[in-house]
């Protein structure tokens, strides 16, 4: 526990078999709940998370097989944010891109201000990291479109990891299926009324496995989305 607070985990993974074991052998003893939700998975994925749970009580295996266009990471998110116990819901990637190593003063950080939902931004850039060129002028271009169209700032629209107070997870009205829910999740906690939002500043560690997406494809699909949505009512 962290501030006397249960700290539940959510990894969406799909095909992660190779290195599932070494992600979660780097999540620390303060993280409460781990809830795995492959989505998928065509690889031992599924089986390694099961075994592993037997070894360790924290950990749940879990598994979301609906997809949107072929991709189901928010449908994943979704399933483990609905299933999580914890006081305080946090989701990373299931490659250790993200550094869940961090969630003890991130979640320092989010009590003693009072707030009920924490991106993670990784730009600027921390010496040393490296997210290819594309991938960054893609972020850059999303942030300044929802800062147009809904002009809310968001430093890193397609962040894979924050943090969500329990009490506020259903003013998120969560409903994207597939990687639009990355920029749904964080638009929707800045626009409510009941959520204080904001951003904390993170690094990036290395990859391990492959990445599912098509960036040009996943990012068009993300401006198209973000354009259609300021005219659903929240």
């Given at each position: 526990?962290?501030?006397?607070?249960?700290?539940s985990?959510v990894?969406p993974?799909?095909?992660?078999?190779?290195?599932?074991?070494?992600?979660?052998d780097?999540?620390?003893?303060t993280?409460?709940?781990?809830?795995?939700?492959?989505?998928?998975?065509?690889?031992?994925t599924?089986?390694i998370?099961r075994?592993?749970?037997k070894?360790?009580?924290?950990?749940?295996?879990?598994?979301?097989?609906?997809t949107l266009?072929?991709?189901g990471?928010?449908?994943?998110?979704?399933?483990?944010?609905?299933?999580?116990?914890?006081d305080?819901?946090?989701g990373?990637?299931?490659?250790a891109?993200?550094?869940?190593h961090d969630?003890?003063?991130?979640?320092?950080y989010m009590l003693?201000n009072?707030?009920?939902f924490?991106?993670?931004n990784r730009?600027?850039?921390?010496?040393?990291?490296?997210?290819?060129?594309k991938?960054q002028?893609?972020?850059?271009l999303?942030?300044?479109?929802i800062?147009?169209?809904?002009g809310?700032?968001?430093?890193d629209?397609?962040?894979?990891?924050?943090f969500?107070?329990?009490?506020?997870?259903?003013?998120?009205?969560?409903?994207?299926?597939d990687?639009?829910?990355?920029?749904?999740?964080?638009?929707n906690a800045a626009r409510?009324?009941?959520?204080?939002f904001?951003e904390y500043?993170?690094?990036q560690?290395q990859?391990?496995?492959e990445?599912?997406?098509?960036?040009?494809?996943?990012?068009?699909n993300?401006a198209?989305w973000?354009?259609?949505?300021r005219?659903?009512?929240?």
């Amino acid at each position: 526990m962290i501030k006397n607070k249960k700290i539940s985990l959510v990894l969406p993974c799909r095909n992660e078999g190779t290195h599932l074991k070494e992600v979660l052998d780097r999540i620390p003893k303060t993280i409460d709940e781990i809830l795995i939700v492959s989505n998928k998975s065509t690889d031992n994925t599924v089986e390694i998370a099961r075994r592993l749970s037997k070894k360790d009580r924290r950990i749940i295996a879990l598994e979301d097989n609906r997809t949107l266009g072929g991709i189901g990471y928010g449908y994943a998110h979704m399933t483990g944010i609905k299933k999580a116990t914890g006081d305080i819901i946090m989701g990373a990637d299931g490659d250790a891109t993200y550094p869940i190593h961090d969630a003890s003063k991130i979640v320092e950080y989010m009590l003693a201000n009072n707030y009920d939902f924490i991106s993670c931004n990784r730009y600027p850039l921390q010496d040393g990291v490296k997210i290819p060129f594309k991938l960054q002028l893609g972020v850059n271009l999303l942030n300044w479109e929802i800062l147009l169209l809904y002009g809310i700032k968001i430093k890193d629209t397609l962040s894979g990891m924050w943090f969500i107070k329990q009490e506020v997870r259903d003013e998120l009205h969560l409903t994207m299926g597939d990687w639009n829910l990355s920029p749904q999740i964080k638009i929707n906690a800045a626009r409510s009324k009941n959520i204080r939002f904001t951003e904390y500043g993170i690094t990036q560690d290395q990859r391990l496995g492959e990445t599912k997406q098509n960036y040009f494809k996943t990012g068009f699909n993300h401006a198209m989305w973000i354009l259609k949505n300021r005219f659903v009512k929240f």
